[in-house]
């Protein structure tokens, strides 16, 4: 899994630089892995920086959310792989988490355009920031403007990296119907993909991604009902990933799993709960890893 997919990529334009359609994927992670690759092989250093990035993500977790929280989100399937295999995610997880509870509006707002660095799409998040201090966007809005001042000064485009979204990977916004139309016709699902030695039918892909958004939602609901502090800032933050999700159309719909990680507040709502369901969501999980595991690397699970 460390070369295939993304982490090929990420891998590929730190050894390489940018070149070709790779121009749309965000600079941290690979500059984090020029950075270490000088010492170790480039595989490992994905792998290490990944994986340092994972710690350091849950025990902010720990120490602004609690410890179950913590615990949730440690043995949450999705966040179990893609802490693991060289993918950006961890990254923004700890950026973000970062600009979510840290009280200096400056640091904040570093951190928030730091994230938006890792993870273009994140930006879109920058609304509910206003409620914690609107001084705090600033930074990252400035930072988005010299993401397409970069563009056209290097590719004479300012969109170009919408342009190629679209090309490579049908990337943009539609009706939740359109979405689920290409999830069980459209050219990614209708290839052979197998889970072992079965293969994977594609009505399957669309009850995946509702079943997530369905335990996502619930979890907005139950962080809502909590007692947490600033649980209406987390709420709205939690909201501004997932519901543009629910309008994406292409091989970012495939991604949803993994898209959705970045709203774990919600898994203060689930820590909430008694502890039935709490032992119940662990049984579910442990199971489920393996699963997601194998899935992800025959068949590209998010």
Known sequence: MGTKWDSYIYESI??????????????????LIYILH????????????????????????????????????????????????????????????????????TISSIFLSLSVLTFYNIIITIPAFIMKNWKIIIMPILTGIGIFI????????????????????????TLPNVQAMFLLNGWFTSEPWKFLNFEIPRPLWLIRNYLFFIFYFLGDY???????????????????????????????????????????????GYASLRKNIIYLYAIISIFLIPII????????FS
């Open 14 to 31: 730190a050894s390489h630089g940018y070149a070709g359609y790779y121009i749309v994927f965000s600079p941290v992670y690979p500059a």
């Open 38 to 105: 000088i010492i170790l092989p480039t595989v490992f250093s994905a792998y290490i920086i990944v994986n340092i990035f994972g710690y350091i993500f849950v025990y902010i977790i720990y120490r602004y959310l609690g410890l179950k929280t913590a615990l949730l989100i440690s043995i949450f399937p999705v966040y179990v792989v893609f802490s693991t295999i060289p993918y950006s995610d961890d990254i923004l997880l700890t950026f973000i988490s970062l600009a979510l509870f840290i009280n200096s509006s």
């Open 150 to 173: 970069a563009y056209f000064i290097f590719f004479g485009n300012p969109f170009i990296y919408f342009n190629i979204e679209k090309e490579y990977w049908n990337a943009g916004f």
């Open 222 to 268: 139950f962080l809502l009902k909590s007692n947490l502090k600033n649980r209406k800032f987390l709420f709205l933050y939690s909201l501004l990933v997932e519901m543009p999700l629910l309008f994406i159309n292409g091989v970012p719909a495939i991604s949803i799993p993994r898209l959705l990680l970045p709203a774990f507040p919600i898994f203060y």
């Open 293 to 300: 595991t194998i899935w992800q690397m025959t068949a590209f």
